[in-house]
């Protein structure tokens, strides 16, 4: 079982600061969490600027807990996934995400973890994505039956309604039948998942 939760974007862009995404990503740990950086849909060079802001977010609003953290790379992956009770996907390029986690058996390697996904995070979990970037259709792993579209309604890339509702559009074209999940930024959805 995986608990999977979906962030639209930007969750310090809440009213609250992230406040209620944290606590929601810690409830299952009263006293002490291990939280694993998957960064893959950025740069290497960025990771550690995402680390520190993320860092900061949680440990702000932690509370009474402990929380001790790690980044993911290639060569780590399956020792850090074995450790971590919480795997955080900050956003970046979808596309990079997927392609950079093939080599790896993420059902088994996260299962019975809390998945936090932002953005290309979230794309990833769902069964596709329009890459807001790109402005094109991508797979995810599946996990959530809809096709995702983070950021919505937000000012990402100066995007107005019409453009927004013209991904909507392309997403039900390039999956018939599949739900659209749009996520409005700073906004998360939850799901458990086998």
């Known amino acids: ?5 979906l962030m639209g974007g930007r969750p310090w862009f809440a009213e609250d600061g992230g406040k ?3 606590e929601t990503l810690f409830r299952y740990y009263p ?6 950086f998957c960064i893959f849909a950025q740069h290497e060079e960025q990771w ?7 860092t900061r977010m949680f440990d702000k609003f932690k509370g009474n807990r402990t929380v001790s953290y790690q980044t993911m790379t290639k060569e780590n992956f399956a020792e850090v996934s074995a450790w971590a009770d919480v795997i955080y996907l900050p956003g970046g390029d979808s596309f990079a ?3 950079k986690l093939k080599p790896f ?3 088994m ?5 809390v998945i936090a996904g932002s953005s290309a995070g979230a794309n990833l979990m769902c069964e596709g994505h329009i890459s807001l970037d790109h402005k094109a259709y991508g797979q995810g792993l599946g996990w959530v039956k809809a096709t ?6 937000s000012n990402y890339n100066n995007y107005t309604n019409e453009d927004w509702d013209l991904l909507e559009q392309k997403a039900l074209s390039e999956a018939p039948g599949t739900p659209v999940l749009c996520i409005p930024e700073s906004d998360f959805v939850e799901f458990t998942v086998a």
Do not use: Y
């Open 1 to 5: 079982m995986k608990r999977l939760i």
């Open 20 to 22: 209620n995404f944290v």
């Open 31 to 36: 006293e002490q969490v291990k939280l694993a």
């Open 48 to 54: 550690e600027e995402t680390c520190a802001w993320n």
């Open 97 to 99: 995400l997927s392609e």
């Open 105 to 107: 058996d993420v059902g």
């Open 109 to 113: 390697l996260w299962d019975g973890k």
């Open 148 to 153: 995702s579209i983070p950021h919505w309604r």
